[in-house]
């Protein structure tokens, strides 16, 4: 494994934005936390002391922020954990099974993998990011072997590879594709594609079947591909959250729904979403809101989860400039609840239905609509309401539920 990848002073905030996204997660085995799951938690296996993870968190953040290279990392990080106890040879008692092992804790060998991971998929999902802010002009990824002793014969296949952002293969062979991989993706122009013989026929992606000895589970992962990296690390952190949430949500008591939203709604990825950092994606979406239990019956929704897409928000921000209404900040989007929770509700069309009322003495406006099978529900508008809003609006439609 080469362990001369590093970053250049002050990456982009995308970078960044994908390890403060991440939740620390205690986990005994790497396939505790599986495969996506990486893109939605930080974790190091064996290392189930939340105090070590923190501090493993905030010295890659640390490395990421200022272009650390492994050997300062490692010099940096070493005393602390040691300290800590997290060092060396030790007996665990594996939480999942009750067994007790000798398990390597901190090592040079780990901290470099732990470097290397974490960095690695950092970079990969900044760069999916930008590559959905600036598709228009760089349609394009070219797949490109980086700087290694021997590559894997799957990934050699690859080389040139070249096919749109947005092409399903790179949901799977998106770098790094491997432990200790440095393959990467160059995001090129339509000209740069024709260099490169033009848009390539996508590669046929033949799977194996790999048994997670942890959980039982098997699964289908491609051929050439190290089971647990066979994801797209920025696509799969965002839809991840949203899906993760969704769930827990849906079946969440009210107060832990209320401080759960709060939070979701002062996070990094809501404002990324906000302000335009996933384009006009239709892959990603974060919860904003949830719906009252009888009006998403009543919507045939099979979720109270409303969620806010890139593609919406790109459309508020294209009617935005110079309009007050619009001009909205990611705490705005708290009122939404408020106003689902006490505002006038009506019901406009089939599938759709809008929050209307008066939240901070102003007046304010969502519509929402809840997809054809039921199973998903989104914000597609809020904005502080016109002058004749509140007199004619309710009048215009059948009322669900009047506001408190």
């Not at 990392?73 to 009750?98: C, I, N, S, V, Y």
């Not at 998403?296 to 593609?311: I, N, Y």
Request: hydrophobic share 35%; net charge positive; with cysteine.
């Amino acid at each position: 494994m080469s362990d001369t990848f590093r970053f250049a002073q002050g990456p982009a905030p995308e970078v960044a934005a994908y390890l403060d996204a991440r939740t620390v997660a205690a986990s005994f085995d790497w396939r505790d936390i599986y495969g996506q799951e990486h893109a939605f938690n930080f974790t190091v296996a064996k290392a189930t002391q939340l105090d070590v993870l923190t501090q493993l968190h905030t010295a890659t953040r640390t490395a990421i922020d200022q272009g650390l290279p492994f050997e300062a990392f490692k010099k940096q990080l070493t005393p602390e954990l040691r300290a800590m106890g997290w060092w060396g040879k030790q007996e665990m008692r594996d939480p999942k099974t009750g067994e007790r092992k000798l398990v390597q804790l901190g090592s040079n060998r780990r901290l470099k993998t732990i470097y290397w991971a974490n960095t690695r998929t950092a970079y990969g999902a900044g760069k999916w990011q930008r590559a959905q802010r600036t598709k228009k002009a760089l349609p394009y990824f070219v797949y490109r072997l980086g700087v290694s002793n021997e590559h894997r014969p799957h990934h050699v296949a690859k080389e040139n590879v070249v096919l749109p952002v947005d092409h399903p293969f790179w949901d799977t062979w998106y770098p790094p594709n491997g432990w200790g991989c440095n393959c990467w993706l160059r995001q090129i122009t339509r000209r740069e594609a024709e260099h490169y013989g033009g848009e390539s026929t996508p590669p046929q992606v033949p799977m194996r079947e790999w048994t997670n000895k942890r959980t039982g589970e098997v699964l289908q992962v491609p051929e050439g591909i190290d089971a647990g990296w066979q994801t797209n690390p920025g696509k799969s952190r965002a839809r991840n959250l949203a899906q993760h949430l969704s769930g827990k949500l849906d079946a969440a008591p009210a107060p832990l729904r209320s401080a759960a939203m709060h939070d979701m709604l002062n996070s990094q990825v809501f404002k990324q979403v906000q302000g335009g950092a996933f384009g006009t994606s239709k892959e990603v979406f974060v919860p904003v809101a949830i719906v009252p239990q009888n009006v998403a019956k009543q919507m045939g929704a099979t979720t109270r989860v409303a969620l806010f897409s890139p593609e919406d928000a790109a459309k508020q921000i294209r009617k935005r400039d110079g309009l007050d209404g619009l001009n909205l900040q990611p705490n705005d989007y708290l009122k939404v609840q408020q106003l689902l929770d006490n505002g006038v509700i009506l019901h406009e069309r089939e599938r759709s239905f809008s929050a209307f009322g008066l939240v901070d003495n102003r007046y304010w406006f969502a519509a929402f609509r809840v997809t054809k099978d039921g199973k998903q529900l989104f914000l597609k508008s809020f904005r502080r309401a016109n002058d004749n809003e509140p007199i004619n609006r309710p009048r215009k439609f059948k009322t669900i539920r009047e506001g408190k």
